[in-house]
């Protein structure tokens, strides 16, 4: 009976300590850097966290074009330009900045910004969002651009969400679990067939 009990103790810590890792690991895929040939920031969560980070990129001179891409979140102004006009202000020359300004949700910003990657025939991209969402907005990016177009992903630290202590604030547990399910459902979708 005790060395029953001494197993469970010890599979319930184990949970404990690794389930909320491994969740952490699994939404928040992060690669080495390399240079591509555009840098993508998506609108959404911690933005300000967001542009500055794809902003940081292109200064340390990772890619030479940088997209924003976001529709309004409310009034005139897309969260795309008001995001190209904070870029300008920290030194992105504005011919080096693309917007997107149409998309709503993660499935939008990566069909949307697929269209002008094709136009301008990038061939690859460092990806920026926030580190809960970029397994989505991964699997999103890769299925309108193709399997064979080469993604860098690039989180921004995020003000809510942190890979190590997410689970330390209603917010960010909040953030996760809901992001589990959209990963689940975007799944569920690729696998059917849907977009």
Do not use: C
């Not at 920031?41 to 891409?69: C, H, M, N």
């Not at 917010?171 to 690729?190: D, G, S």
């Amino acid at each position: 009976m005790v060395k029953k009990l001494i197993i469970a103790v010890f599979i319930a810590i184990a949970v404990v300590i690794f389930v909320p890792m491994l969740i952490a690991l699994y939404l928040s895929p992060q690669d080495a850097l390399t240079k591509t040939d555009l840098i993508v920031v998506v609108s959404g969560g911690d933005t300000d966290a967001r542009i500055s980070e794809g902003v940081k990129l292109y200064l340390q001179k990772w890619a030479p074009k940088i997209l924003f891409s976001g529709a309004a979140a409310s009034g005139d102004v897309s969260n795309a330009l008001a995001m190209e006009r904070i870029a300008i202000s920290k030194g992105v020359p504005a011919e080096d900045i693309l917007i997107e300004e149409n998309s709503k949700t993660t499935t939008e910003n990566a069909e949307f910004s697929s269209k002008i990657i094709n136009e301008n025939n990038y061939k690859s991209i460092i990806l920026v969002t926030s580190p809960y969402h970029q397994r989505r907005a991964y699997s999103e990016f890769r299925q309108a651009l193709g399997k064979d177009f080469k993604i860098v992903n690039h989180s921004a630290k995020d003000d809510t969400w942190a890979k190590k202590s997410w689970w330390d604030n209603a917010n960010a547990r909040f953030l996760t679990f809901t992001e589990i399910m959209k990963n689940f459902y975007e799944t569920i979708r690729a696998a059917t067939g849907g977009r």
